[in-house]
């Protein structure tokens, strides 16, 4: 059975940091394109970040480019998300989430997904 | 990267079908046959119901059925249940080699 766990969420103040953490179990972690997927209270979705199966090749959003990084280690089966300069507007809670398909480098659809982490950003 | 248009709310009763429209550019819907369309129920994760526009994962009923034309992708269900109610997100692959979500429709059965 797929299982995806996510931690690290909490109360930071704006221009910390946090790192979220995303094990993973259930299937060959390694083979999967991954992504980090948030929604602020009350709000939509909105893709985050992504990353290959090796760790080769990364991908962010507009808005969190150059603050935020992706990563994982294979020998873990854990995804992270390094977040620096939190902004009010990254409050939101972060899933992580496993592409559909191990054949591409891009995760273009999310079949499972955590059941999220709360990252709240305030003084 | 605006993010994909979704009528907010759209509601109909047990049994009729209901269809929920997702409108982007060339640069994402209309560029690629990567749509997805997720369901959400409230304090939830989200869960996948249709990818590359029409293709059901194993176990979602055939009720839900994907579509597109040009930059405009639909999600249609059919014979709706009362556990069909939830917002439903779409998304698409874009050009900058990203992820593009709609704003998500909440959908009521009456």
């Known amino acids: 059975e797929v299982q995806l766990l996510e931690s690290g969420g909490g109360l930071v103040q704006p221009g910390g940091s946090l790192r979220l953490s995303c094990a993973a179990s259930?299937?060959?972690?390694?083979?999967?394109?991954m992504s980090w997927v948030r929604q602020a209270p009350g709000k939509g979705l909105e893709w985050v970040s992504a990353?290959?199966?090796?760790?080769?090749?990364?991908y962010y959003a507009d808005s969190v480019k150059g603050r935020f990084t992706i990563s994982r280690d294979n020998s873990k089966n854990t995804l992270y998300l390094q977040m620096n300069s939190l902004r009010a507007e990254d409050t939101a809670v972060y899933y992580c989430a496993k592409a559909s398909d191990n054949g591409s480098s891009f995760p273009l659809d999310l079949d499972y997904w955590g059941q999220g982490t709360l990252v709240t950003v305030s003084s | 990267q605006s993010a994909l248009t979704q009528p907010a709310s759209v509601s109909g009763s047990p049994g009729q079908s209901i269809t929920i429209s997702c409108t982007g550019t060339s640069s994402d819907v209309g560029g690629y046959n990567y749509v997805s369309w997720y369901q959400q129920h409230p304090g939830k994760a989200p869960k996948l119901m249709i990818y590359?526009?029409?293709n059901r994962p194993s176990g979602v009923p055939d009720r839900f059925s994907g579509s597109k034309s040009g930059n405009t992708a639909s999600l249609t269900i059919s014979g709706l249940q009362a556990e069909d109610e939830a917002d439903y997100y779409c998304?698409?692959?874009?050009?900058?080699?990203?992820?593009?979500f709609g704003g998500g429709t909440k959908l009521t059965v009456l």
């Open positions: 259930g299937f060959t972690f390694s083979s999967y394109a």
């Open positions: 998304s698409s692959y874009t050009s900058s080699s990203t992820v593009v």
């Open positions: 590359e526009v029409s």
């Open positions: 990353i290959s199966g090796s760790g080769g090749s990364t």
